[in-house]
């Protein structure tokens, strides 16, 4: 998560400068004062008032019960919690029968709401990471964070239910709402993210055509309000530049080029200020 969080906030101009072994970084430029903790002390540090904002999973959050505010879903570090047992005890009948079951989970409050709505009587082991090495010596089931399932099906797992989805998110303490200043410096802090992650998105698109052919590959061009069009030189035609999603660009690509159009440019963006 950090990593990732730290190249989002150089992305948008905000440089942060920390040694390995730092947990209290600067960012050039900048009025934030910023301290490194783990995901869960920082939902807690927010809650109790004494950090304004800070980045940490939804599924901390959700853990903790705290009210904080979500301001920001970066949509990085996307994971799933999930429930997942060896292949033995797949049977959710089989589950119920069994006398003594042991559930191992770094999140007891959301396994202890599963395992109510699956109807499941277990007894809960609070693990400190690598929770899938417990089964089946130490517990029948467990209650992770997973990105791929990958690390589950090399330990043997299979996941039997999905409790949550998840993301690294800007969240903030609600007081922050209620001060004028705080609030402007969280806004743009919030604008400046999250021009980033939309550019992230889009790609600008550089075409150009001849004036005969300029509607119909208009037409088909998606853009974020109206492409920008310039006559080329000697009224050779025109130029069009639109950002669009980067996701449409093996559909856009040959249907510009078969519209009429020439000369594509595809290049990235930093930052998308709507």
């Known amino acids: 998560m950090q990593a990732e969080v730290f190249a989002l906030l150089e992305a948008a101009g905000l440089k942060v400068r920390a040694g390995s072994r730092e947990y209290r970084p600067t960012i050039d430029g900048s ?31 959700a853990e903790l019960g705290v009210d904080v505010v979500e301001v920001l879903d970066t949509s990085l570090d996307p994971v799933r919690l999930v429930a997942a047992a060896p ?4 049977d959710a009948g089989q589950l119920r029968r069994r006398d003594g079951l042991v559930v191992a989970s ?17 007894r809960l082991v609070r693990s400190y990471g690598a929770t899938e090495v417990f089964p089946p010596d130490d517990a029948d089931l467990i209650v992770d964070n997973t990105a791929t399932g990958a690390t589950l099906a090399a330990n043997g797992l299979t996941i039997i239910g999905t409790l949550m989805t998840s993301s690294t998110r800007l969240f903030a303490n609600p007081r922050v709402l209620d001060q004028p200043v705080r609030r402007a410096a969280l806004d743009d802090l919030k604008m400046l993210l999250g021009s980033v992650l939309e550019a992230r998105q889009r790609v600008m698109l550089e075409v150009n055509v001849t004036s005969d052919r300029l509607e119909t590959v208009c037409a088909i ?12 030189h000697g009224n050779a035609g025109f130029a069009i530049k639109v950002a669009v999603p980067r996701r449409d660009l093996p559909r856009l690509v040959p249907l510009v080029k078969a519209s009429g159009g020439t ?4 290049s990235t963006l930093s930052q998308i200020v709507p």
């Open 31 to 61: 009025q934030y004062s910023v301290k490194i903790l783990k995901p869960q002390n920082i939902v807690e540090m927010l809650a109790a008032g004494s950090r304004d904002v800070g980045f940490a999973g939804a599924d901390w959050v």
């Open 87 to 90: 292949e033995a005890l797949l």
């Open 106 to 122: 770094e999140y007891l409050q959301l396994t202890r709401s599963w395992l109510g709505r699956a109807g499941l009587d277990a």
């Open 221 to 232: 061009l998606p853009c974020m309000r109206e492409p920008t069009i310039a006559m080329l």
């Open 263 to 266: 000369d594509l440019v595809v």
